[in-house]
C-alpha cells in the first residue's frame, strides 16, 4: 500500500483493458438484471446461491458436493465431518445477512466473519494476533503484513473505500486484492475476501447478490492465485484487476443463457387475470407467485409456501402482507389450522 498524507492508499493503475471491460460489464448488468426477472429467476438465484456457498468452501478445501450443500441449505442430514457441515450452516447465515450488511462499514465485516466463522475458530469476529500466509497449489504466494499494523491497515483500507472517486468495479477489485493482501484474520480471508467483493458490486447493481463471484475463483483457482503473485510482484493490484473483471464479465455472459423453466418443481399455472396485475404495478412477479400457490393450496402454511417457492418464511408473509393489504386474499382460521380465502374481488374478474 503507498502512503498517502497521513494514511495508506492502495497503489493500482487503471489500464484501457481494465476501462474497457467495465464498460462491457455495465450493459451485461442490464441483461443480467432482465434476465432475473423471467419466470424461472428465483430458481436461478437460489442455483446460484448454491453454487456461491460450494464454491467458497470448496476453495478452503470443504469436500462437500454442491448436492450435500444444497441438502444442508434445505435441512436433509448429511453424513460428512462436523467440521465441513459447520462451515457450510456458517455460510448459510452470513448470506442471509447480505442484505444487511453495509459493504463500506469495517465493522460489519467484523461481523460477518464473527458468523462465518463461529465454532471454527477463536475470536471469530477479530482479527488476527499472530502471522499468516496466502497459499496455493506452487506454495507460498505472499507473506502477510505483521498482526500489529493489520487494524491500521484495514481502516486505511475501509476509508479509501468509502471516499474514492474510482468506478465501484475497479474498487471492489482493488479491495480483494488489498484484502487478501493484508489477510486481517487467522483464518476465513478467503471466504470473507469473496463475500465482500461480491457486498461491494452490490452498491453498483442489486444482480451482483445473485452473481456467483466465488464460483469465478473456485473455476479458475490457479489463475487466481497467479493474479495475485503477479500483482504483488509489480507492487500494485493492476494485473488482478484486470483479471477479476474479465472474470466477472464472463460471469455475466455465462449466466444469460437458456431458462431453468422446465425443472421448476410444482409449476402451478398462471391463474392472475391480466386486469388484476395492472391494478398493482408495484407488485412483485413473486407476489403474484404467493397468490397462485395459495389459490392451488388454500390451506398451505407459510413454510409450505416457503419450501414450495424456494425463498424464506419472512418473504412469505412479506408477500400475504401485501396480498391481506390489498384485499385480494384473507386468513379464515389461526395460522396453523385455517386456511387462505381469495376474496370474491378476484373471483369476479376470472369470470
Not at 438484471?33 to 460450494?54: F, P
Not at 486481517?184 to 457486498?199: A, E, H, K, M, T
Not at 410444482?266 to 391463474?271: G, M, T
Request: overall charge positive.
Amino acid at each position: 500500500m503507498k502512503k498517502g498524507k497521513n494514511r495508506y492508499i492502495p497503489p493500482f493503475t487503471v489500464s484501457a483493458e481494465a476501462i474497457n471491460l467495465v464498460a462491457e460489464i455495465s450493459a451485461q448488468v442490464e441483461h443480467f438484471a432482465i434476465r432475473l426477472e423471467q419466470k424461472d429467476g428465483l430458481l436461478l438465484r437460489k442455483a446460484n446461491r448454491i453454487k456461491t456457498i460450494h464454491s467458497s468452501l470448496a476453495i478452503e478445501g470443504n469436500t462437500l458436493s454442491e448436492g450435500e450443500v444444497r441438502d444442508v441449505i434445505n435441512g436433509k442430514t448429511v453424513v460428512a465431518p462436523l467440521r465441513e457441515i459447520q462451515e457450510v450452516k456458517n455460510a448459510i447465515q452470513t448470506y442471509e445477512l447480505y442484505p444487511k450488511l453495509d459493504a463500506f462499514k469495517e465493522s460489519d465485516l467484523l461481523k460477518a466473519h464473527s458468523v462465518m466463522m463461529q465454532a471454527l475458530v477463536e475470536n471469530a469476529g477479530s482479527y488476527r494476533k499472530g502471522g499468516v500466509g496466502v497459499f496455493g497449489k506452487r506454495g507460498l504466494v505472499h507473506l502477510a503484513p505483521p498482526a500489529e499494523r493489520v487494524p491500521f491497515l484495514m481502516s486505511d483500507l475501509f476509508h479509501w473505500l468509502r471516499h474514492s472517486e474510482d468506478h465501484l468495479l475497479i474498487r471492489s477489485c482493488v479491495f480483494h486484492y488489498e484484502f487478501e493482501f493484508i489477510h486481517p484474520f487467522i483464518d476465513g480471508n478467503g471466504r470473507i475476501g469473496r463475500l465482500w467483493q461480491s457486498l461491494i458490486l452490490g452498491k453498483l447493481s442489486p444482480v451482483f447478490e445473485h452473481l456467483p463471484v466465488e464460483n469465478m475463483v473456485y473455476t479458475n483457482q490457479q489463475n487466481y492465485y497467479d493474479a495475485i503473485a503477479l500483482s504483488s510482484k509489480k507492487g500494485e493490484s493492476g494485473p488482478f484487476v484486470v483479471f477479476m473483471l474479465k472474470e466477472i464479465l464472463k460471469t455475466l455472459k455465462a449466466h444469460q443463457g437458456e431458462p431453468l423453466e422446465k425443472t421448476l418443481p410444482n409449476k402451478i399455472p398462471n391463474k392472475i387475470p391480466n386486469k388484476t396485475k395492472k391494478e398493482h404495478p408495484e407488485f412483485l412477479e413473486m407476489t403474484w407467485n404467493v397468490l397462485n400457490h395459495i389459490i392451488a393450496n388454500p390451506r398451505a402454511t407459510s413454510a409450505e409456501l416457503a419450501e414450495a417457492l424456494h425463498i424464506s418464511d419472512r418473504t412469505v408473509r412479506k408477500h400475504t402482507a401485501l396480498l391481506r393489504n390489498a384485499d385480494i386474499i384473507q386468513r379464515v382460521g389461526s395460522n396453523k389450522t385455517g386456511y387462505w380465502q381469495v376474496l370474491k374481488t378476484i373471483n369476479n374478474k376470472k369470470k
